[in-house]
């Protein structure tokens, strides 16, 4: 074991207010910090002057750095550096690979904490003003991710998918909307079921699609949604009115 730690700190969902007053304490104090597409300027901007910045986020917009780099750049950096800080959008153990990097620190002896952050999921919609759960509406949440690696065909377990009843996350579903659309409809979930797509969530540039789960495909592409976009399907979507927010 070193002397260094690493803290995998989550930036949360957009808006740098959203971000914990320790990731943030900690970013302030960091001697080098990594990070990557989805954390907001405004807190980089709060990495001392000195400390070392590594960007390992989408390069050219497409081309990402192989995990296995990142995780080994974590590792020579603890040599070099006490404190490290790898900051992540939301939270870094949800859909954000932080646990491999955690587990390559460790096996390189070095010692990593981990610092929560709010996830998309939690702080887009709260943001927004609409609940994941509501009693009589839905009684549970779940989160998938529709990204399952490079050239790997989408394999989700659409029949138990298709529950009206449970507010349906898809994380990384833009791409692939028009096929999760179908083949939740196609497992017996409602097409009428009320379904949001949300581009840039919690920043000023957010930008919010309200349709049915069969017709929001085609929304996204007429309202050309930019990424990140977060999905969400499920009654929660059509409480808007009595919560008095106008979405549309
Ligand atoms: C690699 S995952 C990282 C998730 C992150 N660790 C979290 O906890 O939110 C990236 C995906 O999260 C969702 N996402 C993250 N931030 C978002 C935002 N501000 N607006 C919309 N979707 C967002 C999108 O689905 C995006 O494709």
Redesign the pocket.
Same mark, same amino acid.
């Given at each position: 074991m070193t002397d260094s730690i690493v803290y995998l700190v989550?930036a949360g969902? %957009?808006d740098p207010e959203l971000m914990t007053l320790k990731g943030m304490r900690l970013v302030r104090q960091a001697e080098a910090v990594v990070y990557d597409r989805?954390v907001s300027d405004e807190i980089l901007a709060e990495i001392p002057k000195d400390a070392a910045r590594i960007y390992v986020g989408k390069q050219g917009g497409t081309h990402s750095i192989p995990q296995a780099e990142i995780n080994a750049l974590l590792v020579d950096l603890a040599g070099q550096y006490s404190n490290v800080v790898r900051l992540?959008?939301?939270?870094?153990f949800?859909?954000?690979r932080g646990a491999e990097e955690a587990m390559a620190l460790v096996a390189a002896g070095v010692e990593v904490e981990v610092v929560p952050?709010i /996830?998309?999921?939690t702080g887009?919609m709260s943001g927004i003003g609409l609940p994941l759960t509501h009693r009589g509406v839905a009684n549970g949440v779940r989160f998938v991710t529709a990204q399952c690696g490079k050239n790997v065909p989408l394999e989700l377990n659409w029949d138990s998918l298709a529950d009206p009843a449970t507010t349906l996350v898809v994380?990384?579903?833009?791409a692939k909307l028009p096929e999760i659309s179908s083949k939740l409809i196609a497992a017996g979930m409602p097409a009428d079921q009320p379904s949001l797509a949300?581009?840039? %969530? /919690? /920043?000023d540039r957010e930008r919010i699609c309200r349709t049915s789960l069969k017709d929001l495909p085609k929304l996204v592409k007429d309202k050309a949604l930019e990424?990140?976009?977060?999905i969400v399907i499920g009654q929660v979507a059509n409480l808007s009115e009595d919560l008095g927010i106008t979405l549309d």
């Open positions: 989550g969902p %957009g989805l992540k959008g939301g939270d870094p949800v859909f954000g952050g /996830t998309a999921a887009i994380y990384m579903g833009l949300i581009s840039q %969530g /919690t /920043t990424p990140p976009v977060l």
